[in-house]
Nanobody, 123 residues
């Protein structure tokens, strides 16, 4: 069973940085497509970034140039490194995995989700 646990959220001032972790268990994260999503009340869920062995890395326009997704296969963990944070980045952040091996980000079906970690950007 694919399990994901997010951590690293918290309160940060505008312009600050934060790194989120998504630790996987029950599967080798290296061969699965993993994405970070975020959601705030009243807004649609947004796919922030995705990592896949097929088509590499993707980022939403709202975070491109500020966020970086990485993967540590030895730790079976995916990270989201966030910098130059803005109040608009405040959200619950979730990581999700596609249980099918080696799917591209553009066609991935994210059926396994973590419980999320809250990021609040405020002075």
């Amino acid at each position: 069973q694919l399990q994901l646990v997010e951590s690293g959220g918290g309160l940060v001032q505008p312009g600050g940085s934060l790194s989120l972790s998504c630790a996987a268990s029950g599967f080798d994260l290296e061969y699965h497509t993993i994405a970070w999503f975020r959601q705030t009340p009243g807004k649609e869920r947004e796919e922030v970034s995705c990592i896949s062995r097929n088509d590499g890395l993707t980022y939403s326009d709202s975070v491109k140039g500020r966020f970086t997704i990485t993967r540590d296969n030895a730790k079976n963990t995916v990270y989201l490194h966030m910098r130059t944070l803005e109040p608009e980045d405040t959200a619950m952040y979730y990581c999700a995995a596609d249980s099918t091996l080696l799917t591209p980000c553009r066609t991935a079906d994210f059926g396994s989700w973590g419980r999320g970690t809250q990021v609040t950007v405020s002075s």
